[in-house]
């Protein structure tokens, strides 16, 4: 069995998913087919007439959401090394809902005071949203953008059952290949629970990812190169399927942008980008996970308003802006505080359990 190295903290892909988390706001205000649709309730006329280079552009941005996919695999499996399955599951709850529910609440306000872009749930469809789960409850998403969190509980749970039998080596390459399996039998099985369970339109993205950090951590082999070849086979598929739905950008575009991410990600596995120790990436880091949350429909409700009013490139900017510095306040003042109560709560609950 290979030997795990050390290495510093990989302050490369706090800058990575920034940048990905800006590639998904831009398409959502620029690039999608929603705001290219005629007479649209966000630009109210295509927004390729309106800012046509920055259309062209930002119509690929969408593969931020499989960016984060193959990053979350990678730290998932960094994060959980050596730790319990209790102090996995805590470290999860106040990493996922702080923020989330003040997004939920924010995006409620936003929509309620705003409308014409989207219709305010009602009041217990937003409650249900506060426990992550609603898709699974077949409620609609207060934004539209918390489908991929669907997508990460279902990998967390699978997740769970490795870090429950301790992780190793040999167990993540089990997990990996097992998951392959079963994502790749989902689709013909007909089975909804299997399709459910193995999540076959993301699950080849956190296996690159999971594929990954065992090079970082034990260094490169045949067996991974394998997997990780195998998850980038199956996954441009999906890119393939992706873009088709989206009907802005073509597959060879993608799967360009997606190879070129995975070179960078293997440079990272591999040790190359450890000498990139600036911190200001880790704050840039910490405003990702709000930033996400927060700006699709807050920020298309907000060009609505101000579209007749305000330059598009400069309320593009603006926005974006606006919702980074919001990104940042939702870290320190809600993330920060939100998660020491939740922990101690959770860990005084384990205790107590513990002892009955």
């Given at each position: 069995m290979p030997t795990a190295r050390g290495r510093p903290r990989l302050y490369v892909l706090d800058g990575i998913r920034l940048a990905a988390?800006?590639?998904v706001v831009l398409h959502h205000y620029v690039g999608?087919?929603?705001?290219?649709?005629?007479?649209?309730?966000v630009w109210d006329r295509p927004v390729s007439e309106i800012v046509p280079t920055w259309f062209r552009l930002t119509s690929f941005g969408w593969i931020g959401v499989e960016i984060f996919f193959v990053i979350s695999g990678f730290v998932i499996c960094m994060s959980c090394w050596g730790r319990t399955p209790r102090q996995f599951?805590?470290?999860r709850v106040i990493r996922l809902y702080p923020a989330y529910w003040f997004a939920v609440f924010f995006t409620t306000a936003v929509v309620?005071?705003?409308?014409?872009?989207?219709?305010?749930?009602?009041?217990?469809?937003?409650?249900?949203?506060?426990?992550?789960?609603?898709?699974?409850?077949?409620v609609p998403h207060?934004?539209?953008?918390y489908w991929t969190l669907w997508s990460?509980?279902?990998?967390?749970l699978l997740f769970m059952v490795v870090v429950a039998v301790g992780l190793t080596y040999r167990r993540v390459v089990v997990f990996c290949c097992v998951w392959g399996a079963a994502a790749m039998l989902a689709p013909v099985s007909e089975f909804p629970l299997l399709v459910l369970v193995a999540n076959p339109t993301g699950a080849w993205f956190f296996i690159a990812g999971l594929a990954l950090y065992l090079m970082y951590r034990f260094g490169q082999d045949l067996l991974l190169w394998g997997i990780l070849g195998m998850a980038y086979l199956m996954g441009q598929l999906e890119l393939g399927e992706r873009a088709a739905y989206e009907q802005v950008s073509s597959w060879r575009g993608a799967v360009?942008?997606?190879?070129?991410?995975?070179?960078v990600m293997v440079a990272v596995a591999l040790g190359y980008t450890d000498r990139v120790r600036w911190r200001w990436l880790v704050t840039a880091g910490c405003l990702t996970y709000p930033l996400y949350l927060t700006h699709y429909a807050a920020g298309t409700a907000l060009i609505a308003r101000l579209r007749d009013v305000v330059d598009p490139r400069l309320l593009v900017v603006g926005l974006i802006a606006g919702f980074l510095?919001?990104?940042w306040g939702v870290h320190r003042w809600v993330e920060r505080p939100v998660g020491r109560v939740v922990k101690r709560g959770l860990d005084a609950s384990f205790a107590r359990v513990r002892g009955v």
């Open positions: 988390a800006l590639m999608t087919r929603r705001v290219n649709e005629p007479g649209n309730p599951f805590v470290s309620t005071l705003l409308p014409g872009v989207w219709e305010r749930l009602p009041v217990r469809e937003v409650l249900l949203n506060l426990t992550m789960l609603q898709q699974g409850s077949g207060v934004d539209l953008v990460e509980l279902r990998f967390y360009l942008i997606y190879t070129a991410f995975l070179l510095v919001l990104s």
